[in-house]
């Protein structure tokens, strides 16, 4: 296990709970006052096995490199467009100034900002699976939307891309 800095804050007004998050490069365990420094070790030590494991959980594999991400794109096309989406080149491209990602029906390319390289995997799959429609409906009508729809996580994708745009205060649309 990667080795971060913690801090550990005791509260009186904490009793059963032990919580903790990422506060830069240190770990805060937030615990009730009256543990022992056995259970406190236990206790951080837990907290940061379970914060690992989740930011693991989140991350996509094909954030790593244009190769993966051509990957997923595969592995997408096929669950949610029975492999009819099969793009020529997909790569990250430095950050757009009004777009997450785009995508040339003409020579089946995607680009995708790397601004989403730190975003949940779900959110990455949710572009992925806009720019792959594309593939198919160039447009943004009735029957692009209802295979972008085919996607679950769309509207809570979409929603975390408009939060993120706003405090970030990019004025990235999700509607291109």
């Known amino acids: 296990m990667v080795e971060h800095r913690v801090e550990v804050r005791r509260s009186k007004r904490r009793t ?18 009256r543990l022992s420094k056995k259970e406190e070790a236990h206790w951080v030590q837990e907290m940061q096995r379970r914060l690992l494991r989740n930011e693991t959980r ?5 954030r ?7 990957a997923r794109c595969g592995e997408l096309s096929q669950r949610y467009f029975e492999g009819r989406c099969d793009p020529e080149a997909v790569r990250w491209v430095p950050p757009m100034r009004t777009r997450w ?23 990455l799959d949710y572009v992925l699976v806009h720019e792959l429609a594309h593939l198919l409906v160039p447009g943004h009508g009735e029957d692009f939307w209802a295979l972008v729809h085919a996607y679950p996580k769309t509207d809570r994708a979409v929603g975390y891309l408009e939060g993120l ?12």
Request: glycine content about 4%; aromatic content about 4%.
């Open 16 to 33: 059963r709970t032990v919580t903790a998050y990422r506060e830069g490069d240190t770990v805060i365990v937030l615990i009730p006052a």
């Open 58 to 62: 989140r991350r996509s594999p094909a």
């Open 64 to 70: 790593t490199s244009d190769t993966a991400l051509l």
């Open 101 to 123: 990602a785009s995508c040339t029906p003409a020579d089946r390319t995607i680009r995708v900002s790397e601004r989403l390289r730190e975003v949940p995997a779900w959110v």
């Open 165 to 176: 745009s706003a405090a970030a205060g990019w004025g990235i649309s999700t509607e291109d």
